[in-house]
């Protein structure tokens, strides 16, 4: 069994956070959580092919990292769960359901689909299918940033099953050497695909492996938005105004398989049932209505936005062309 | 005009492109204050500062795929691997990264860095570091790949390839750093993608790339002292390649040899030779001969060493069998 914890959540201290921060976080939660469950039932229907990674659960971590982010000199690269990443850092949800259904209109033109959201204009890097991939790639968007002297900071995710590769130990090494400011996040969801990261891991405290590249480094818990802000936005800070590598490990959970195709049967119902219930919209909920932030009039019109968004994106992405075949030839070389 | 090696035909390169383009930056093993295992860095460090020429730890992947990510960013990465046979362990950010990413992305990111250093079979290193892995690079979509075989077009293609927009390969070859040859002593730029004749016959065309030239070259001056006139295509680029360059020679000689000094299975030049025979079927007096590497590893032995590889030797027959001689 897992040993995570939620942190009580009276710890964090509500009352300093503006109401219109707090409804954002969790509007973007919502909408993430929506978005999810709409890409799961159009895979379901077979409008959505290939391997399908959904974020259901672990919202907390994307939207509560990005929002301590200047997307206009921070850059956003994580691996193939990336929806919920895509839709923090602003991308539409047409393009991104339309990617999905590959449809020339999708934010890759329908050459990327589920595992490659892409957009430049927002900062966001992908979206890598190959596991650990990015983790060099994000170490040296983070080398640009220093090199022309900017102010920016990346945020580099990846799970608990990348962390072993070879790329993710030769990037924190380069960081640390040059001082890149780039703070790399491992969302621990337990489960390696199937496998669950104690049984393929010489340590269960990740932020030891920052520590032996001398790199600042820290073990979170996930489920809470504020606590994952809160962990994240000092060492935002200490990236862009020293530049200076951290690593950051956030425990999560996700509610549905590894991909669409995953029935998870490596873990009890139990265990899921427990988690849901720290799910990561219900704890802010709860945590916004004890200091009466937020009504149900008010939550009942973030959940109409999502799903609208959500049905939009269905219809514009049902509406759109198929790619024309000859641009099998386009986007290779310039 | 100035006679220098290719050495420092590719060091002229860096060292105009990094004084004409702040973005362009060097980074690999031993490039700086080692001044390069091979010195094609020399000065470099001491002219531009340890922020443009970076020193790295011997992590391929590591550092192949931070430059992948400088790129995408808007720097101008040139990547050294100190040879290609350490470059295998850096081959998912190339293949998976360098050449996906403006794919993945729909067009929206490219990757501007080139990849350059030593393939290619040297003398006395076995099998691990005496080996063409061409093919590797040119398999890919999303790739250029070049392979100059003179300081003249080394130059000239390394400037362009560090203007290019996507990711380029640049073979270069251990033993080919002493050759020496006439550059301009004014700037000049060669276009990737075209092929060069760098002797003229009647024949039978003789196409290769890289090192091979050198014994091409003596070959056909050995098959003229028979009275055979060969004339020598040097591709220069592989990807893009100049099809339409071989094809003419071809349809002017009747006959053709290619010589690679890969392995023969999949190789380029097998490709190359495959090319010839389906489209200039009704050019060709006889099939085409390939002169590849022995499909066995590189022995340390110089005798076995020199067995394996493609010879003046090898290639005289293969003109001569060409030619029904």
Redo the contacts between chains.
């Keep these: 069994m897992s040993k995570t914890q939620t942190k009580d959540a009276s710890k964090i201290d509500i009352k300093k956070y503006d109401k219109s921060f707090l409804e954002k976080l969790l509007e973007q939660m919502i909408l993430v959580r929506r978005f999810e469950e709409k890409a799961g039932q159009m895979y379901g229907m077979k409008k959505i092919g290939g391997f399908c990674h959904l974020y259901i659960g672990q919202e907390a971590v994307s939207t509560g990292t990005i929002a301590a982010l200047d997307l206009k000199s921070d850059?956003v690269?994580t691996g193939y769960r990336d929806h919920g990443h895509a839709l923090n850092c602003g991308m539409d949800p047409k393009s991104l359901m339309a990617e999905l259904f590959g449809k020339v209109t999708?934010?890759?033109?329908?050459?990327?689909g589920s595992m490659?959201m892409?957009?430049?204009e927002k900062h966001m890097?992908?979206?890598?299918?190959?596991v650990g991939?990015q983790?060099?790639?994000?170490?040296?968007?983070?080398?640009?940033?220093k090199?022309?002297g900017e102010k920016g900071v990346v945020l580099c995710y990846f799970g608990d099953g990348a962390i072993h590769q070879?790329?993710f130990h030769?990037?924190l090494?380069?960081a640390k050497?040059?001082q890149l400011p780039v703070v790399y996040i491992c969302e621990n969801n337990m489960f390696g695909m199937g496998t669950h990261f104690e049984r393929v891991s010489s340590t269960s405290d990740f932020a030891a492996m920052g520590k032996s590249y001398n790199i600042q480094s820290k073990q979170i818990e996930g489920m809470d938005v504020l606590e994952v802000y809160e962990g994240i936005s000092d060492l935002v800070k200490s990236a862009r105004e020293k530049s200076e590598p951290a690593l950051l490990e956030i425990k999560t959970y996700r509610y549905k398989g590894h991909s669409m195709s995953d029935p998870a049967k490596y873990r009890t119902k139990e265990e899921l049932e427990a988690y849901k219930k720290k799910d990561p919209i219900l704890i802010l909920i709860h945590q916004m209505k004890e200091e009466a932030l937020i009504d149900d009039n008010k939550i009942e019109e973030l959940e109409n936005k999502a799903k609208l968004l959500c049905d939009e994106a269905v219809e514009y992405a049902e509406q759109s062309e198929e790619p024309p075949i000859g641009t099998i030839y386009?986007?290779?070389?310039? | 005009m100035s006679v220098i090696t290719y050495r420092e035909a590719l060091r002229q390169a860096i060292d105009e492109e990094m004084s004409r383009d702040e973005r362009v930056?060097l980074l690999g093993e031993e490039v700086g204050q080692y001044n390069g295992a091979y010195k094609v860095s020399m000065g470099l460090l001491e002219k531009y500062g340890e922020?443009r020429v970076?020193d790295?730890?011997i992590?391929e992947?590591?550092?192949?795929?931070?430059?992948?990510?400088?790129?995408?960013?808007?720097?101008r990465?040139i990547c050294e691997w100190m040879t290609f046979n350490f470059g295998i362990l850096a081959l998912?950010?190339v293949v998976?990264?360098a050449a996906k990413?403006?794919?993945?992305?729909?067009?929206?990111?490219?990757v501007p860095m080139v990849i350059r250093g030593p393939n290619g079979p040297a003398e006395f290193l076995s099998s691990q570091h005496s080996q063409s892995l061409t093919a590797y690079f040119t398999h890919v979509?999303?790739l250029?790949v070049i392979a100059p075989a003179t300081p003249y077009d080394a130059k000239g293609l390394l400037k362009s390839a560090i203007r290019?927009?996507?990711p380029v390969i640049f073979l270069e070859g251990e033993l080919m750093y002493a050759w020496k040859g006439e550059v301009p002593d004014q700037e000049y730029t060669i276009p990737i993608g075209e092929a060069d004749i760098k002797r003229k016959g009647r024949d039978v065309s003789i196409v290769t790339f890289s090192k091979p030239l050198k014994i091409v070259e003596e070959a056909a001056e050995e098959l003229a002292k028979e009275g055979i006139d060969a004339e020598v295509v040097d591709l220069r680029s592989l990807k893009p390649l100049d099809e339409k360059s071989i094809y003419s020679s071809v349809a002017k000689t009747n006959r053709c040899v290619v010589v690679d000094e890969s392995w023969p299975v999949n190789s380029f030049g097998s490709y190359v030779a495959w090319l010839v025979s389906k489209n200039c079927f009704d050019d060709l007096d006889a099939p085409v001969e390939l002169v590849s590497s022995e499909d066995v590893p590189m022995p340390y032995n110089h005798s076995l060493e020199l067995a394996v590889q493609p010879s003046v030797e090898k290639i005289m027959a293969a003109a001569k069998k060409v030619l029904y001689i």
């Design positions: 850059y690269l999708g934010c890759s033109r329908g050459k990327g490659h892409f957009d430049a890097l992908g979206g890598n299918g190959i991939g983790i060099p790639v994000a170490t040296g968007v983070a080398f640009k940033i090199y022309l070879g790329a030769e990037s090494n380069l050497i040059w386009e986007d290779i070389l310039v | 930056f922020e970076k790295t730890p992590t992947l590591g550092f192949t795929g931070l430059a992948v990510g400088a790129a995408m960013a808007g720097l990465p998912d950010q998976n990264n990413m403006r794919h993945m992305s729909g067009g929206q990111f490219n979509p999303g250029k290019d927009d996507n």
